[in-house]
């Protein structure tokens, strides 16, 4: 079962990264989107992101043209329809997923695999939606995906393992070392790190050290390559809310339980980095504090 040809719906952070670690390994890569100025968009940000590899002597500039003539680009969905893999990067809400699996899969053939790159949401809930519930399986890439050597393989009780074995491949194909996990809630990588997160919170919100201590402690003495206040800003304090909400009502662990400065941030418009300002200020250099327990 051979991976030829992919689609990526979505060209945003994860798609165009998707996308981009396909063309590399040598897919002809079909990226749809919504309209032209988000194709732009998202071409621009590979064109970048290779550019800067060539300067970094990483890539050479033949290679890089090499990888762009892989591409087609289109606003037209049926335009899938000759994807030997098809993945998926849009909003994560589940009914828009749906509708847009329940159109894809009367496009294209049944030989079609099927993928989402969600990182919260049931793969076994998009799949029941097709009639190919078989051929339908999870790949969750971190950002940035060109970067990020890790893919997760999410099975669902209906993967068959010709399927599962080849998103397996594919993913190996395209430079990463694969884990496999169950169709469950944050998979295993969200599973073990969002209660980290909504910790570090809570020691913040209780006056336990400043968000430079927390997160300094956490880089020197753990090793870890990002404190997790830092962490939370870059991932987005939204993002991390909307999937903790998620594992909250599947597991009804307080664990997962959002604490509620992470929601008065949310409502506020603090972010983390997307916005500006989350646990800290990104209008000055280097980034202070910016809010209070």
Known sequence: MAIQTVGVVGCGLMGSGIAQIAAEAGCEVLV??????????????????????????????????????????????????????????????????????????????????????????????????????????????????????????????????A???????????????????????????????VPYLLDAIRAFEKGVASAADIDNGMMLGCGHPMGPLTLLDFVGLDTTLYIADIMDHEFKDLRYAAPPLLRRMVAAGMHGRKSGKGFYDYAVNPPVQAVRP
């Open 32 to 161: 749809r989107e919504v309209n032209d100025a988000l194709l732009a968009k998202g071409k621009g940000k590979i064109e970048g992101f290779l550019k800067k590899a060539v300067e970094k002597g990483k890539a050479t500039p033949e290679q890089v043209a090499a990888t762009l003539a892989r591409f087609t680009w289109t606003t037209n969905l049926a335009d899938l329809a000759k994807c030997d893999l098809v993945v998926e990067a849009i909003v994560e809400n589940m009914g828009a997923k749906q509708e847009l699996w329940k159109f894809l899969d009367g496009v294209c053939p049944a030989s079609t695999i099927f993928s989402s790159n969600t990182s919260s949401l049931s793969i076994g809930d998009m799949a029941a939606c097709t009639k190919r519930p078989d051929r339908f399986v999870g790949l969750h890439f971190f950002n940035p995906v060109p970067l990020m050597k890790l893919v997760e393989v999410v099975r669902t009780i209906s993967t068959s393992d």
């Open 163 to 193: 399927t599962y074995q080849a998103a397996h491949e594919f993913g190996k194909r395209v430079g990463k070392t694969v884990v496999t996990a169950k169709d469950t809630p944050g998979f295993v990588v969200n599973l073990l790190l």
